[in-house]
């Protein structure tokens, strides 16, 4: 049995339609659920108990990062010892992009912590460190269809929610080939946001660091939130989030989308 955690958000939902074997859904509001034949089960990170519960009688586990907060690495532990606890024997994590202690975006140093507490438990594992999605890049345009932040002329392989939800569906009914494992999932290119904004008919606008910080000083987000916005674009100037490769379509048979795919589809 597989257990799906985060079915209610991109890359969830689209594991838990794309699963051709038996597995349960994992969230935290069942009312999101994006498919309905599917068996659901109602928990929260934080909640250790209820996870646990959520979690009997699975084998493996797609544990989805939980939303960005300050306590973030705490839910994440907790959904950990859940599994541990539950019996689960495998735990394929969705990562991010460059994980480390150290890494310039805030954000990717929860997901190192949380991996070292996964290999900690002595349990199978695969880690899939994603990129920047590649839906997003539309999104970071402002009202008036400019891209601000300090990214300079860095270059992201950002990479579709689909072909993240394809690559674990392939690790997830896949055997032992892909423990200890760790995907590094990009899009087929690399490109600076300027290039991006001109493909999608916008405009970059390159702000210095405490521009940035100012700049997104209206929104009243936390000091933990702002610096996660902030540092993103600090990684992909940084030269952090460039890097190609071709694990999508090692582990998919495909290649993966393109920013130009994504703009001619419509989506």
Known sequence: MIAVTGASGQVGG???????????????????VPVSDKSVRVAE???????????????????????????????????????????????????FFGAAPDCTFTFGRDHWHTEQFIRATGRRFTFLRDNMYLE????????????????????????????????????????????????????????TLYEAAAELGLRYAPETVKEAYASRAKYGASAFEVAGWVTSYEAIAAGELAGVTGDVERLTGRKPRSLRDMIADGN
């Open 45 to 95: 990170y934080r909640d250790t108990a209820a996870m646990t519960e959520a979690l009997r009688g699975v084998e493996t586990v797609f544990l989805v990062s939980a939303r960005e907060s300050a306590e973030r690495l705490a839910e994440h532990r907790s959904a950990v010892d859940a599994a541990v606890a539950a019996g689960v024997e495998r735990i394929v994590y969705l990562s």
């Open 14 to 32: 689209r594991v838990a339609r794309l699963l051709s074997v038996p597995h349960t859904l994992v969230v935290r509001d069942p009312a999101k």
């Open 136 to 191: 997003m890049i539309p999104r970071l345009a402002g009202a008036d269809g400019v891209i601000r932040g300090p990214a300079g002329d860095g270059r992201v392989a950002a990479v579709s929610y689909g072909d993240i939800a394809a690559a674990a569906v392939a690790v997830l009914t896949g055997g032992a080939e892909h423990d200890g494992r760790t995907y590094d999932l990009t899009g087929p290119e690399a490109f």
